[in-house]
């Protein structure tokens, strides 16, 4: 009878040792959630991890919180060596040197980590037995790959608080470099206004032609750092979602664009959407710009439709130009790519519609027929 509750008492604190590894990735609660728990259960003193760093091992955790050590690899492995023949050390004086806490005699048990240092148990009264150790052998196991773990998240929150920063220091130096450029560049614009107000009467065609030309070039680099600052700024905040009905968006969107008269634009029953109406208003626009500048048919045609995939809506927008052929597919929505030299493309557009559509977790991809047209597929999660 006595075998018996001994045997469910061994069982109900395996189960208790599982329950207590892996409810937390910080590496010092992991510690004090498992190796406390199994000095009150096994009436232990002290327990506490070494650790290989470079050319010594040093203390990781103790409890009680002992002194922060540092010692020679080769010493620690003399020790550490004999575990196959000798499971508990009693009494040793070897094992007190690769303490951080005093020890007044009693019996240590050191299990291997396999690769995350030694654990060390120790007891006052010898109260360790051949049995803990094999009880506790399989558990201890569990418990190392739960440190590995630890310290892969540890290392993982190290980098992800690296990029972090790195993308502020990013997002900084766009603000400021967009600002330090676009103030010669309005300068420039002024002189130029001044230039064709002032000397109207003394510039030739020639001359009046490259003013022009200055301002247009002005132009195109005030519409290039606007680009650049909204690309590397989205998807750096959180993002806004509430509804938007898409039929009214593309009705303003049309409303700011020019839109020859040769081009008609259909437009689909299109549903309302969660999201940001400025980011949704970039990412319609810039594909129905895309499809003006780029159609070089007499009677130029533009669809805009949407199917429900469940989950996601699927639009399309869809142009009868000049296609592109599939080896562009790629580059198209990589920054600064441009199919031709387009004084009114800037080439960041449709990189700008790529992180859009993925920030709402979705897809972009084409089809295209080159003297065809062209139709973009994107989907937008609901």
Known sequence: ???????????????????????????KESCDLFIKLL???????????????ENVYQSTYSIPLGDKIAIDVAQVNGITQ??????????????????????????TAIFDLKGEGFLFLYSKKNNISEKDLSQLRPVINKFSVNLKACKAFNE?????????????????????VSHDLKSPLRSIDTLTTWLQEDYASKLDSAGKKQITSIRNSVEKMDTLIS???????????????????????LKDIISLIQVPAHISIEIEDLPI???????????????????????DKKEGKIQVGVKDLGAFWEFFVKDNGKGISDHYFKKIFKVFEKLE?????????????????????????LESEETKGTTFYFTLKK
């Open 227 to 249: 680009g650049i600052l909204e690309y590397s700024t989205i998807g750096k905040t959180k993002i806004t979602s509430y509804p938007v009905d898409v039929n009214v968006l």
């Open 341 to 365: 030299n387009n004084d009114t493309s800037t080439g960041i557009g449709l990189s700008i519609v790529k992180k859009i559509v993925e920030m709402y977790q979705g897809q972009i991809w």
């Open 273 to 295: 959407v969660q999201g940001d109406k400025y980011r949704l208003q970039q990412l319609f626009q810039n594909l129905l710009s895309n499809a003006l500048a780029y159609n």
């Open 39 to 53: 000095l009150k259960r096994k009436h232990l003193n002290a327990a506490w991890i070494l650790e290989k760093k």
């Open 82 to 107: 004999n575990l196959i023949e000798s499971k508990i050390f009693y009494d040793d004086h070897s094992i007190a040197s690769v303490s951080p806490i005093k020890l007044d005699g009693g019996a």
């Open 156 to 176: 993982q929150q190290k980098l992800l608080h690296s990029l972090e920063v790195q993308n502020q220091e990013l997002s900084d130096y766009a603000h400021m």
């Open 1 to 27: 009878m006595i075998k018996t509750e001994n045997y469910i008492i061994d069982i109900l604190q395996l189960h208790e040792y599982g329950m207590a590894i892996g409810q937390s990735l910080d590496y």
